[in-house]
């Protein structure tokens, strides 16, 4: 079961929660231009339960946005911070209220303790980052910021192209065999 259908023709609320790209989509659609930036984050690729998995999401719907939308001029900018002095590790994030034992050695409770407040990243530079992308003439898709998330992000390449390189051979032998 599933819904395809390009995102800015596809009007259901139940397939769209507040803060959806997709909603932002048909704001833009008639304008024939500008970028759309959303927010996900170094951490989206792997790791961290629910939230990585909703900024893995973004990427997703944020990928298929720039390729729906590039014939009408509008760019997708995916933001991928690492960590900023932000608020993010203080009030703004919930934590699982119980800590099983055999994650306390990575554990994200841990971190979150000892790095409020203590993140090297400097949102104004991020901002201004930002804004520069937007304003490029080329603006890039996916934009980590912070050598954090760079180093995610070349972590993850590498090993998408281990995977890849690995089993290509075995992989590619799809086809049906030509007679």
Do not use: C
């Not at 201004?128 to 180093?151: S, Y």
């Amino acid at each position: 079961m599933g819904t395809t259908g390009r995102r800015a023709q596809t009007g259901s609320q139940k397939l769209e929660p507040p803060g959806n790209p997709g909603r932002f989509t048909r704001a833009a659609l008639p304008r024939r231009g500008g970028t759309i930036v959303t927010m996900s984050s170094g951490a989206g690729g792997g790791g961290g339960g629910y939230y990585n998995a909703a900024k893995f999401a973004v990427e997703g719907v944020s990928e298929a946005l720039a390729g729906e939308l590039k014939p009408f001029g509008i760019r997708v900018l995916i933001v991928e911070p690492g960590p900023f002095r932000t608020d993010f590790l203080g009030r703004s994030i919930t934590m699982a209220a119980t800590e099983m034992p055999d994650y306390a050695a990575s554990s994200r409770r841990h971190y979150r303790e000892t790095n409020d407040g203590n993140q090297a990243g400097d949102p104004d530079k991020a901002v201004a980052v930002i804004l520069r992308a937007v304003d490029a003439d080329d603006t890039p898709l996916h934009l980590p910021l912070g050598p954090v998330a760079h180093a995610i992000a070349e972590r993850k390449l590498a090993s998408f192209r281990r995977d890849i390189d690995a089993w290509r051979a075995i992989s590619i032998a799809t086809d049906f065999d030509r007679r």
